[in-house]
């Protein structure tokens, strides 16, 4: 494990990072207010599919540490298709927002998705990271501030409900081709910080591990 224990993950995970440009919280979106969320892949060898970007109120979560993944959550981690947790979240009236970037996003490359947060004061964003059979990159529903910008590290997360068996048969993407979703297999059942990869099966691990965080973002207040 890249971290003693999910908790000192999570601690990562909620806490802004030190000297960013941050401003005061919102209590609440204002009407018109429109963010940009800049994800940054600080890995040398993972891939992230399209990233899913909501906003929303403090009593939306996208997975909870320790208890099992939702459907659409499995879904996105292990095959990283995003459109059954998007229709989910658009569904649900305490969502302001649903949005997400295209293609895949690579070592060192940058992607801003675009998202109003009327009347909202979070931000949460999930993708799938290739290659894994269902680990994904998350925030968890963080504040978003009242103006300029905050910035966060975003970890690598296992959603438990596939096993981690590093066969490329099980695992999709450039670098495997392999299939996604495993409905017919379970994991370990529950949602927690993901390992990496050690080789076991078809993945190198001094090629395609990584050290957590995954991924710098950068969420900005663009319209008021």
Known sequence: MKFSNTALASLLLAIPLAGA?????????????TYEVTVTNVTRGAFFTPILVVSHRPDVSLFTLGQPASAEMAIL???GDIAPLAQALRADSR??????????????RSVTVRVPAQ???RISLAAMI????????ALNGVSIPRSGSQAYMALGYDAGSEPND???ESIPG???GGDGPSPSVGGENFVHVHAGIHGIADLKADEYDWRNPMAAVTIKRVIQ
């Open 21 to 33: 440009n941050a401003q005061s919280v919102a209590r609440f979106g204002d009407q018109n207010s």
């Open 77 to 79: 981690a292990e095959g």
């Open 95 to 108: 969502v302001a927002s649903v949005a997400n970037s295209e293609g895949l996003l690579e070592p060192g």
């Open 119 to 121: 009347g909202t004061d």
């Open 130 to 137: 290739l290659p894994t059979n269902d680990g994904f990159i």
């Open 166 to 168: 590093e066969l490329c």
């Open 174 to 176: 450039p670098q495997c």
